[in-house]
């Protein structure tokens, strides 16, 4: 999704603007997209949500296709076509990434503008062109809005690391036995993992208390009731496949709403 991140600072982006995406196009090739757990209640309403395990860390995802290269709610014009738009994508082209020159620790980030996303530009005259920083390089406008809306995951992407990291110190990942027809058979998808439902079931009273003490089991029970909603995936393609085919005008189609709390867009 990211081509070219690189730290924003007033002696490289002062007389540089920004602007915010257009659409989602951006996403187009992100089969899975990580989330936060705040997020989970109102993503698993439109979409499967699974974990994926990266250098003995386990996050969760945003399941929006099972082909890798993928995203099938996304229309061919760049419109969001589920009714969840995950907080990572909405912070584009911002993110943040871990300092190298200061290891180890979480606070330790700076903020990362894409510089191939397209959107970053020497004119201050464009209506929608929007600046970094004021005269006292101070964060400025709607910039400032990013680095609040960045610092608020942040913050919430550590609660994350914690409460998976308690899931999985208890053994309730599996894998996810998912398959999926790639036009000479089914095939396995691997990598994605689901809460093993019968390992929960089989947990001592100790642990089930302390699961609920530091508030997993609310999650625990998102993610497994959102395993239906695997099902979506193939209605998704089959929208995703019409659009194609007709592309017509989807402005008035949808709508976004938001109440996971994550306060930002662009508009």
Not at 38 to 60: H, K
Not at 85 to 91: C, G, I, K, Q, S
Not at 192 to 199: G, P, Q, S, T
Request: glycine residues 8%.
């Amino acid at each position: 999704m990211y081509k070219s991140l690189v730290p924003v600072s007033p002696e490289q982006h002062r007389d540089l603007s920004w602007r915010g995406y257009s659409d989602y196009g951006f996403a187009f090739g992100e089969a899975v997209i990580p989330l936060i757990l705040s997020e989970l209640p109102r993503a698993s309403a439109d979409m499967p949500i699974g974990f994926v395990r990266q250098q003995d860390e386990v996050s969760p995802v945003a399941i929006c296709s099972l082909l890798p290269g993928k995203n099938y709610y996304i229309a061919p014009d760049g419109r969001w076509l589920g009714g969840y738009v995950p907080a990572l994508l909405r912070a584009y082209p911002f993110a943040l990434l871990r300092n190298p020159e200061k290891q180890g620790a979480d606070s330790d980030v700076v903020v990362c503008i894409d510089e191939g996303s397209g959107l970053l530009t020497e004119r201050a005259d464009l209506e929608d062109a929007q600046p970094f920083f004021d005269e006292e390089d101070k964060p400025v406008g709607k910039f400032a809005q990013v680095l609040n809306f960045l610092t608020q995951l942040q913050r919430d992407r550590q609660i994350t690391r914690n409460l998976c990291a308690l899931i999985d110190q208890y053994g309730l990942f599996t894998e996810w036995p998912l398959k999926v027809d790639m036009g000479e058979g089914a095939k396995d998808v691997t990598g994605i993992l689901r809460i093993d439902e019968d390992a929960l079931l089989s947990v001592s009273d100790e642990v089930f208390l302390d699961l609920r003490r530091k508030g997993a089991l609310p999650y625990i029970y998102t993610q497994l009731l959102s395993l239906q909603r695997i099902a979506n995936l193939s209605r998704m393609a089959q929208v995703q496949g019409q659009l194609m085919q007709a592309q017509p005008s989807l402005a008035d189609a949808f709508e976004i709403p938001f109440d996971d709390g994550l306060e930002f867009n662009f508009d």
